[in-house]
């Protein structure tokens, strides 16, 4: 019996019926071994080597594992195939006592039969160079997290945490809003006439006066302008006409993935990641079983194999014809820093359409491998074809444009249309014109504008900035953010992400006496060091101890000042029992206290107790009901006789009960309405 080795328990039913009855599968459930959870775990007097030790949780399993191993004809270790998968294979083998050359690292991009059973074949020794560059990233996170964070505490707030990718990421954030904030908005007037030509009306922009570019800046110059072409005929001045081609998408990296579930699922980041761990792993399909629906998810890559690009032009060849299929198929170069070491994330098989697997997925995992499905098919059709009509149109000295674009052929937007953003480009068809015919003008209008400043981030833009600016990689997106917002350094406006006050705090402090490491372009250069020491073997110890030397004088700098962020203790009326003077509400490590202002003549402490904020009544006890905070930071209404009464309400009720069904009353919308039925109070 052959043992294969894998991560994530999920995966275990799909692959096994793939390998067959010769092969067991283990999984590790993630890491095995880390650095210690409590201490600092470094050597720094050894180039930083780090102290691993068994996770306290997997002794039995490594137990497990040890027995298995023993009784093994062959051990194959199966984990992801990127860097942090390569690592769990290098710690796993040294737990069993394997040898660096023994040839037991096998790797999969999908979970496949085909792509199983050809990974047996080609078992190779582990790849020490990837190691290493876990390694080095897990030793500079550990640098940064271990030695800056207390810092933070120390002169800002106490429970506080900082990172390497964390807190540039912060940094993007603070900035746009700082550049919101100091944004002037600008008045300007858009001029527009909508032109009869027959039967059809159809509306032009001015863009010109006396020849050069032109926007009025206030009402008095927009008067002018319809004073000076109210009433009078326009000239159809010159025609442009053209044919425009728009050449389909790459199927989805982590980032673009991420960042179109966003735009056009409403998928959160940290949902968007949690479906595609399903896909990945493998879903209970009706009739088939448990089965892997979509390739590796963590990638930077725009590759496919050469198998999956021929299913998938023979698929859209039979769904859509054969001019929708280039005559030769679609590449897509990845980008210049893009560790390509993976296929793009695309479906397994093109025969499971989205249509046809919906039941048996959630509503989540449904919209993404729809938008997956859809991308991939898109990524190898034929482009899209455009007629274009640009009409430039005369009045008096004043010049307008009307813009008519026509779609001649859908080409791949048959399958998959690209985010457009919240602002569509007016774009609309022109009735036919010809130059130097005069045009009659149903109305002439002015409308006041003011320029807007740029937009705050997404969870979806955020990511797109952060691969742009080379933050990060794959695996490391959605974590980051969601770091940001567990910490409260970030809140969210419907789907914009805002600074909260303590965010703005650490991003000040950071830029203070850290601005040399924690900006955009040291962060890249150091994520340019770690992908050297992957393919080009370039010592892990040497770049730590190069970051190293730098940072810890900033460390010293930084912990000796007097400078600090740290709030002002808010005086109360409470009169301390001991020797009667005012007591100050302080922050401490476990949360807000109260201490004596007549400290340290009086040490007397005692816990603080927030006023309960009463939001209606329960409609099971009568009594009041009270906000309160969940785990996650999402606020929910309780009964305030808890435990005797357990009813809760993710809005506030009213104490009322549904006329129809008995449920509760809630206030949703600023409107009072049943929390089960379909009852509305008019």
Not at 476 to 504: F, H, N
Not at 528 to 541: F, K, N, P, S, V
Not at 586 to 610: A, H, M, T, V, Y
Request: some cysteine.
């Amino acid at each position: 019996m052959n043992l294969v080795i894998i991560e994530a328990p999920a995966k275990r039913e799909t692959l096994k019926k793939y390998l067959g009855t010769g092969y067991d599968v283990f999984a590790t459930k993630g890491h095995i071994r880390d650095l210690p959870e409590k201490s600092y775990g470094l050597d720094a007097r050894n180039h930083f080597e780090p102290i691993y030790q068994i996770m306290p949780d997997k002794k039995e399993l490594i137990n497990d594992l040890k027995k298995k191993a023993e009784k093994a004809d062959k051990v194959l270790i199966a984990t992801d195939p990127d860097r942090e998968g390569e690592a769990i294979s290098w710690h796993i083998a040294n737990v069993l006592g394997l040898a660096p050359t023994d040839k037991c690292r096998i790797e999969f991009n999908e979970i496949s039969q085909k792509a199983v059973q050809n990974a047996l074949t080609k078992p190779r020794a582990i790849d020490l160079k990837l190691v290493n560059a876990q390694q080095a990233r897990r030793v500079l996170d550990r640098i940064v997290g271990y030695k800056l964070s207390p810092i933070l505490c120390k002169k800002i707030k106490p429970r506080l945490s900082a990172g390497r990718v964390q807190s540039v990421a912060l940094k993007l954030v603070v900035d746009r809003e700082r550049e919101i904030e100091a944004f002037v908005p600008e008045e300007y007037w858009n001029v527009f006439a909508m032109l009869i030509k027959g039967k059809d009306t159809f509306k032009a922009s001015l863009e010109k006066k006396s020849g050069k570019k032109f926007v009025p800046k206030n009402k008095d110059e927009a008067d002018e302008v319809l004073k000076a072409i109210n009433g009078k005929l326009f000239d159809v001045a010159k025609l442009k006409k053209s044919m425009t081609k728009s050449h389909a998408p790459a199927p989805f990296t982590t980032s673009t993935m991420q960042q179109d579930a966003l735009n056009k699922a409403g998928l959160s980041i940290k949902r968007t990641t949690q479906a595609a761990q399903q896909l990945y792993e493998g879903v209970e399909i009706a009739d088939e079983g448990k089965i892997a629906l979509i390739t590796y998810i963590r990638t930077d890559s725009t590759r496919v194999s050469e198998d999956a690009q021929n299913a998938c032009r023979e698929y859209a060849r039979k769904m859509y014809g054969e001019k929708f299929v280039p005559e030769k198929p679609n590449i897509y170069v990845a980008k210049q820093n893009a560790q390509d070491a993976h296929e793009a994330i695309r479906p397994i098989n093109m025969n499971m359409t989205p249509e046809k697997v919906k039941a048996s997925l959630s509503p989540d995992n449904y919209k993404l491998y729809k938008l997956i499905y859809e991308r991939f098919l898109a990524s190898q059709m034929s482009e899209a074809i455009y007629s274009n009509v640009v009409a430039n149109i005369n009045c008096e000295n004043y010049e307008f444009k009307a813009v008519g674009k026509t779609q001649e052929f859908a080409g791949y937007t048959a399958a998959y249309r690209e985010y457009e953003g919240d602002e569509k480009q007016e774009i609309s068809k022109l009735p036919p014109l010809e130059e130097g015919e005069q045009l009659s003008v149903k109305e002439v209008k002015a409308e006041q504008k003011f320029t807007k400043p740029p937009a705050r981030y997404t969870e979806a833009s955020l990511v797109k900035a952060m691969e742009e600016k080379g933050i990060g990689r794959p695996a490391t997106y959605a974590a980051t953010i969601m770091v940001l917002l567990s910490r409260e350094y970030v809140g969210k406006d419907g789907k914009q992400l805002i600074p909260t006050e303590l965010g703005r705090k650490v991003t000040e402090y950071l830029e203070k006496f850290f601005s040399s490491v924690i900006n955009v372009k040291f962060t890249a250069h150091m994520e340019q060091r770690l992908d050297d020491i992957a393919t080009e073997g370039e010592d892990w110890h040497e770049v730590v101890e190069s970051f190293w030397n730098g940072f810890s004088k900033l460390l010293s700098a930084s912990d000796s000042s007097d400078y600090s962020l740290k709030a002002e203790p808010i005086e109360t009326d409470i009169i301390c029992e001991k020797c009667g003077h005012k007591m100050l509400l302080r922050e401490g490590k476990f949360g807000k206290f109260l201490g004596c202002s007549n400290f340290p003549k009086c040490k007397n402490i005692k816990p603080f107790q927030e006023e309960k904020k009463v939001v209606g009544k329960c409609p099971e006890c009568g009594k009041n009901m009270i906000a309160r905070k969940s785990k996650k930071g999402k606020t929910f209404f309780s009964c305030e006789g808890y435990p005797e009464c357990k009813f809760m309400s993710w809005y506030p009720t009213t104490g009322e009960k549904c006329p129809e069904c008995g449920n509760a009353i809630i206030i949703k919308n600023k409107q009072k309405v049943c929390s089960n039925c379909k009852y509305k109070e008019v």
